[in-house]
T-cell receptor, first 111, second 119 residues
């Protein structure tokens, strides 16, 4: 099956710092989503980004499907950004709707 | 975005009992819902795809007789863990897909999860 690897696995930053999280996938995908899992376990949708670049406030994401990677940028980090960030992909088979999750990046923002 | 709820948010039960978890799409109709399991400090693993009005599709290695899924309406799917044992203790999360439009994949939105502890 498809492999989805995220890096780095852990990241500790001072409040106000910027960060880049990476998601590599091993096969062609139809779509890609980024999520933030907060400390209570809730998955929050950040981006639905099969290709191109999107921005939402301090967060932005870029997916280069032909090169099989996506990047999530977080600027001016706040303590509320702490948690685990997952990317998840859908394989390029029509009718296949299953999300395969990446390994995750655990982000800790220190005040 | 679309809102998905789960109930209960946590449950503790004795070994051998059955536990039912509900997943509801609150502001849209979901013909397809998904059930995931997440162990501590691990990623989410898909257990099964729940289709309204038909049988669920289980992932390899997931026992369909142990994890019963019923998707009786366009807004409700239930997961029943039958004869639960301590190894079934985990965080169970459901998601719902905004209805498919013209063959285009749409986003999945996730419930808040249910933490199951089996003693």
């Amino acid at each position: 099956g498809i492999q989805v690897e995220q890096s780095p696995p852990d990241l500790i930053l001072q409040e106000g710092a910027n960060s880049t999280l990476r998601c590599n996938f091993s096969d062609s995908v139809n779509n890609l989503q980024w999520f933030h899992q907060n400390p209570w376990g809730q998955l929050i949708n950040l981006f639905y980004i099969p290709s191109g670049t999107k921005q939402n406030g301090r967060l932005s994401a870029t997916t280069v499907a032909t090169e099989r990677y996506s990047l999530l940028y977080i600027s001016s980090s706040q303590t509320t950004d702490s948690g685990v960030y997952f990317c998840a992909v859908v394989l390029s088979n029509f009718g296949n709707e299953k999300l395969t999750f990446g390994t995750g990046t655990r982000l800790t923002i220190i005040p | 975005g679309a809102v998905v709820s789960q109930h209960p948010s946590w449950v503790i039960c004795k070994s051998g009992t059955s536990v039912k978890i509900e997943c509801r799409s609150l502001d849209f109709q979901a013909t397809t819902m998904f059930w995931y399991r997440q162990f501590p400090k691990q990623s989410l693993m898909l257990m099964a795809t729940s289709n309204e009005g038909s049988k669920a599709t289980y992932e390899q290695g997931v026992e369909k007789d142990k994890f019963l899924i019923n998707h009786a309406s366009l807004t409700l799917s239930t997961l029943t863990v039958t004869s639960a044992h301590p190894e079934d203790s985990s965080f169970y999360i459901c998601s719902a897909r905004v209805p498919l439009l013209a063959g285009v994949y749409n986003e999945q939105f996730f419930g808040p999860g249910t933490r199951l502890t089996v003693l």
